[in-house]
Nanobody
Framework: QVQLVESGGGLVQAGGSLRLSCAAS????????MGWFRQAPGKERENVAA????????HYANSVKGRFTISRDNAKNTVYLQMNSLKPEDTAVYYC????????????WGQGTQVTVSS
C-alpha cells in the first residue's frame, strides 16, 4: 500500500511560483498514475494535472495549462507540481492522489497542502 504526504504549500504573491512535492511510501509507487487536485472553499474539487506511471504522459486542466508542470521521480518516490505565474484564483488546498490500477479511480489521497496567492 502507498501512503502520500504533500509539502511545499504556502503564501505567495500573484505572479510568483511554488513547487509542491508529494512523497510516497511503499515499494509500488512506480506502478501508479498520479494526479494533483485542488479544492477551494465552496468549490468542487478540480483535477489540475495528471501523470502516468512512467512520466511519459501528462494532462492539465485548461485553467493551469502553460503555468503548471507535473513531473515525477520514481527513484525518489515523489511527484511534483511546479506552479508558475500564480493567480489569486489558484488559492486552494492541493492534494496528490494515486489512481487505482484496477478501477482507474483516484482512491488514495494525501492530507493536502494549502496554497494561498495574494493579489
Amino acid at each position: 500500500q502507498v501512503q502520500l504526504v504533500e509539502s511545499g504549500g504556502g503564501l505567495v504573491q500573484a505572479g510568483g511560483s511554488l513547487r509542491l512535492s508529494c512523497a510516497a511510501s511503499g515499494r509500488t509507487f512506480s506502478n501508479y498514475d498520479m494526479g494533483w487536485f485542488r479544492q477551494a472553499p465552496g468549490k468542487e474539487r478540480e483535477n489540475v494535472a495528471a501523470i502516468n506511471w512512467s512520466g511519459g504522459s501528462t494532462h492539465y486542466a485548461n485553467s493551469v495549462k502553460g503555468r503548471f508542470t507535473i513531473s515525477r521521480d520514481n527513484a525518489k518516490n515523489t511527484v511534483y507540481l511546479q506552479m508558475n505565474s500564480l493567480k489569486p484564483e489558484d488559492t486552494a488546498v492541493y492534494y496528490c492522489a494515486a489512481r487505482n490500477t484496477v478501477s482507474y479511480k483516484y482512491d488514495l489521497w494525501g492530507q493536502g497542502t494549502q496554497v494561498t496567492v495574494s493579489s
